[in-house]
């Protein structure tokens, strides 16, 4: 049946998380009243010149880095032109023959196999404006212009729509832990294009069409499917494949032609003259490798094997990076792995889903997340004890060992007093007691939870399970 | 140096640097150096001004206002001045002489502009000029041809035709234009003035309309040395608004007009002396050497064997820049928009071809054709190889000269009209100077007498890299000699 | 290199501008002139040359990431041949 394969490359973009845009110092804060971010640069009046941002350089070449890139010592910008409203200058500045970054890969696992996705090249580039279309007319608003983006391309290399799936989870993570782009989907931070074909196996590639207008994870991977399928159908009639560009249709599920190839555009790459080239010394791109994050795979990879937590844990714990350098210093302050991740995944998760929060605004240190840890180790007080101090620790700037001292939640060790509570609870319960000496072990869990209510929640729980037995044996 | 003039004279006579110490004595007022020019520029007839500024007496009153309580800004306090059209000017429209942008307000300056400006210097209005600086006549004007004060029948050249003309018929105490393959120099031959083209990234192109970006640069249009040394401090310098800006120190370039030409090592290449420069250019070029030898110059023969080259790699280097950065005026952000349209493409289509003149469309049209499929290699990259190589045979002989001098134009000024029809046989006109913007080098025309017309000559100096102050010292060399 | 009215025609369109057949006939004959004095480029020996792309030897010239207020919108929008309060209006565009 599967006579077909099917060859897929992806040029993903990604807006940059810098404060102002690319050649100009207009915001690049998404929203805003239409046209209020912009001034004579981002709208491309006459005259005025770019004045390339440090940090968009810096940006695309830590991501490189993490993509594991060559970066090309000598790069520049190129002019690409095209007329388009959307594009005010009527040409976009972007990169041609000297990209930054050259040459990397990603490693995923798609459907439990590993694979590796080559990267082609990245490049950095202007964002153009958005076009509001309207009955009769449309209206242009700059305020996106010059909000600086990378493109990733990559190498022909996925197969299917998981591996797309898997890779753009992959660089989303990646994008995120090196803080270059926020990836947020729903601003457009993150889109793709697809280039897609397919053959007969044993014979050359088919001819590819690409696809536009990706602006979810599940758009990716609806229209890689879509259109596998439709290529796949039109050969099986015998029919041809066109060189089109398509758009990908998400609330109808299909694509439709946008451009044939006969009218493809000449983009009239040039040089751009009035951005002097970039000449990455290897100082400084060791200065950026040496800021670079330990990146999740290779989190993930340590929480199991040296760390041994459950491969379920490691996922969880480094869906983001707040969380994932939380855990690893409250680690590195002494605490046991599993039990951080227990309170994280467990009350930590709980609590800031229940105030809306994000990752980054956790109220506790990583210190304070030791110290409370350690109480319970002790046996200063129990685990049920210390989710009460979690809770209060969201809203009480104050240190647990105070907080326990403050309320009195110390757990009591102290034999006498707990034995004194077992004697009073065996004499009230007879018909548990009974049921225990005639064999029901399991009933002593009764008394237990009788002698807990008893201390208010403070009798350390493994005292009183070992008095009670001693008592009634 | 020329002996000072006073007062007492007509002010509209008066050097820059002469109008400035008028100042400082308080024998006039900026108000009164301004209303003479507004009164000239009334009666002009040669067509110099696109627009003119209505706040300018205004301005030399602010000026007068500092001067009375001791805040004079600097020698350029209160000196009315002018600027090609092409330099935009917050406020007041600028045209680039085309019927494209004849309604354009920009809302922000060019740094040239604000830096004059901040000098104190009076804004008289905006200069005609060629179509988007493209032209060596200054007839492909949305506003009509320029006229050459000295010949009203003949062309003033271009495309800094109106800035040059200005400073000729003393309708400005200096002007800016921009000179991309000879825009400043040539105009400047052609109506007897001084202008320089400063070396390409010491002064600010922001702000200033683009022809050809990697080639474009402003230049002053004075009536002497000392305000072209005056100007070009006031405006030069790095500019955090434009990358290629040069950040190089700026050298006292008045001290470089006391120079002198003795101990002046002086090239005249060859191949700018040759077949197609007309005999009476040659003679008074070569007149011009021997004065300076007489001061104690060396002037010697030399060879800049790929100068043929140039002319060739400026039109394709220029109108590939120019079809780039003309493809934003396309009627939806700023400037004309046609009347009738079906649909967004021929809204812009029409715009374009209804907008620009026909100088320009032929640019971009020969501009489109190099950079297309197939063509980049064989036009663009290879003007940009002969780029390469025009530039190693400037090195060379700049081990062994300070300057060169060639003639600016290999005629003088011809009549309305006459090339008109021969796009190719204006493009040759531009020989002497485009391989100066090729190289991104420095240098200036100065007036070199008169052929036998009566028309105005001038001779071209050419400097190294930032050898803007040995230009001055040549020029200034020159005016000392006296004109032949 | 002939230029004909048909590369005229092409160039003209990736240009976007229009041209009556009279200005066609007229550039196709112009720029055979002058493509034709382009040319003489190719008696040049480049082999290994390496292209000037920018006239000044300066790299690295960046700013810093540091935000500058916005213009107007009034000031953006003034000279736009057709707007409304906030934005520049174009006929529709299809996608």
Do not use: H, P
């Given at each position: 049946m599967d006579e077909f394969k099917t060859v897929i490359g992806l040029e993903v973009h990604a807006e940059l998380?810098?404060?102002?845009?690319i050649y100009c110092g207009c915001t690049t804060e998404f929203g805003g009243e239409e046209n209020t971010h912009v001034c004579p640069i981002c709208s491309g009046m006459p005259g005025v010149l770019p004045m390339l941002n440090r940090k968009v350089v810096e940006y695309c070449v830590r991501a490189g880095l993490a993509l594991n890139c060559a970066i090309n010592p000598y790069s520049r910008q190129d002019r690409k032109h095209y007329f388009y409203p959307d594009l005010p200058k009527a040409f976009q500045t972007s990169q041609f023959d000297q990209p930054l970054c050259l040459k990397g890969y990603v490693d995923i696992v798609a459907d439990g196999q590993p694979k590796r996705i080559g990267i082609t090249r990245i490049h950095i580039e202007e964002d153009a404006g958005k076009l509001i279309h309207e009955v009769g007319q449309t209206r242009v608003d700059y305020n996106r212009c010059g909000v600086p983006l990378i493109e990733i391309v990559t190498e022909p290399d996925f197969e299917n729509s998981a591996q797309v799936h898997a890779f753009l989870e992959a660089l989303r993570e990646i994008l995120l832990y090196t803080e270059?782009?926020?990836?947020k989907m729903e601003e457009g931070s993150l889109r793709c294009d697809v280039n897609l074909s397919i053959h007969r196996v044993g014979e050359p590639f088919g001819t590819r069409t690409e696809m536009k207008n990706l602006n979810s994870f599940s758009a990716a991977v609806a229209a890689v499917q879509y259109e596998a399928q439709r290529q796949r159908r039109v050969l099986s009639a015998g029919g041809k494949i066109t060189q089109d560009t398509l758009r990908w249709d998400d609330a109808a599920g299909n694509n439709y032609v946008m451009r044939s190839k006969e009218d493809a555009d000449e983009y009239f790459y040039f040089p751009e003259p009035d951005i002097m080239p970039m000449v990455l010394s290897d100082g400084y791109i060791d200065r950026i490798r040496q800021t670079l994050p330990e990146l999740p795979a290779h989190r993930r990879e340590r929480y199991v094997s040296q760390m041994g937590l459950p491969l379920y844990d490691a996922q969880l714990l480094t869906v983001s990076k707040f969380i994932s350098d939380f855990f690893d210093q409250t680690v590195a302050a002494g605490a046991q792995p599993k039990s951080v991740s227990n309170f994280i995944m467990g009350d930590i998760m709980r609590l800031l889903n229940e105030r809306g929060w994000a990752a980054e605004k956790l109220p506790i240190s990583a210190q304070s997340m030791a110290e409370l840890l350690s109480l319970i180790e002790k046996g200063a007080i129990s685990n049920s004890m210390g989710s009460k101090v979690i809770e209060i620790m969201f809203d009480e700037a104050k240190s647990p060992t105070d907080i326990v001292q403050e309320r009195g939640m110390a757990q009591v060790s102290d034999a006498g007093a707990i034995r004194e509570m077992c004697r009073q609870v065996i004499a009230e319960n007879p018909k548990i007691v009974d049921d225990y000496k005639g064999g029901k072990v399991k009933a002593i869990t009764a008394l237990v939870g009788q002698v807990m209510k008893m201390s208010r929640g403070k009798a350390n729980p493994s005292m009183v399970n070992q008095l009670l037995e001693e008592l009634l044996n | 140096m020329s002996q000072h003039r006073t007062a007492g004279e007509d002010l509209a006579l008066l050097t820059a640097h002469e109008a400035s110490r008028c100042l400082a004595e308080g024998k006039v007022s900026s108000v009164q150096l301004t209303q003479r020019m507004l009164d000239r520029i009334s009666q002009s007839q040669n067509n110099v001004f696109i627009t003119v500024n209505l706040k300018a007496l205004e301005e030399a009153a602010a000026a007068d206002a500092r001067r009375a309580k001791g805040e004079v800004r600097g020698p350029l306090d209160g000196i009315p001045m002018a600027l090609k059209d092409n330099i935009s000017t917050q406020g007041l429209r600028t045209t680039c002489a085309s019927r494209m942008l004849a309604d354009f307000v920009p809302p922000y300056s060019a740094t040239v502009a604000r830096r004059l400006s901040d000098a104190g210097c009076v804004l008289l209005g905006k200069l005609n000029m060629d179509e988007f600086a493209m032209g060596s006549t200054s007839e492909n004007s949305y506003f009509g041809a320029v006229k050459n004060p000295k010949d009203p029948q003949r062309v003033a050249g271009g495309s800094s035709g109106g800035s040059a003309a200005a400073v000729a018929e003393n309708l400005a105490y200096f002007t800016l234009g921009s000179d991309t393959g000879g825009s400043v120099r040539q105009p400047a031959a052609m109506c007897g003035v001084m202008g320089m083209k400063p070396t390409?990234?010491?002064?600010?192109?922001?702000?200033?309309?683009?022809?050809a970006s990697s080639l474009d640069q402003i230049g002053p249009i004075t009536k002497d040395a000392e305000d072209c040394a005056l100007v070009l401090a006031a405006i030069a310098g790095k500019d955090p608004y434009d990358g290629s800006s040069l950040a190089n120190p700026l050298p006292d370039y008045l001290a470089a007009?006391?120079?002198?030409?003795?101990g002046l090592r002086i090239g005249i290449p060859k191949e700018y002396m040759g077949e197609g420069i007309s005999p009476e250019v040659r003679a008074a070029v070569e007149a011009m050497a021997k004065t300076l030898e007489d001061q104690g110059a060396v002037v010697e023969s030399c060879s800049l064997p790929r100068t043929e080259y140039a002319l060739s790699a400026y039109y394709v280097i220029s109108s590939a820049e120019a079809c780039s950065n003309l493809g934003r005026y396309d009627g939806v952000k700023y400037g004309y928009r046609t009347k009738e349209y079906k649909n967004l493409a021929e809204m812009i289509e029409k715009t374009r071809s209804e907008g620009f003149g026909d100088e320009v469309k032929r640019r971009i049209l020969l501009g489109t054709y190099t950079l297309s499929a197939g063509y980049f290699d064989a036009y663009y990259k290879r003007a940009q190889q002969a780029r390469t190589l025009i530039m190693e045979d400037f090195r060379k002989v700049f081990h062994q000269y300070d300057v060169l001098l060639t003639p600016t134009s290999p005629v003088t000024a011809w009549p309305l009209g006459q090339k008109h029809a021969n796009p190719l046989e204006l493009y040759a006109m531009d020989v002497c100077t485009v391989s100066v913007n090729v190289a991104g080098l420095p240098a200036c025309s100065v007036p070199c007498g008169l052929d036998s017309q009566g028309l105005p000559i001038g001779a071209q100096f050419i400097a190294n890299t930032l050898g803007e102050a040995v230009l001055l010292r040549a020029a200034a060399a020159a005016e000392k000699g006296g004109s032949v | 290199m002939t230029i004909t009215i048909e590369t005229v025609q092409h160039i003209a369109h990736l240009a976007k501008l229009q041209l009556s057949d009279t200005e066609m006939s007229r550039l196709a004959d112009e720029m055979e002139k002058i493509v034709g004095f382009a040319d003489k480029l190719g008696e040049l020996d480049i082999e290994g040359v390496k292209p000037t792309t920018h006239a000044v030897a300066v790299h690295n010239v960046l700013r810093d990431d540091e935000l500058k207020p916005s213009y107007d919108r009034g000031k953006i929008l003034q000279n736009a041949p057709e707007r409304d309060a906030a934005c520049f209006l174009v006929p529709k565009v299809v996608e």
């Open positions: 998380d810098t404060k102002s845009k270059v782009s926020n990836c | 390409y990234g010491r002064i600010s192109r922001y702000g200033v309309v683009a022809f007009l006391e120079g002198g030409a003795k | -």
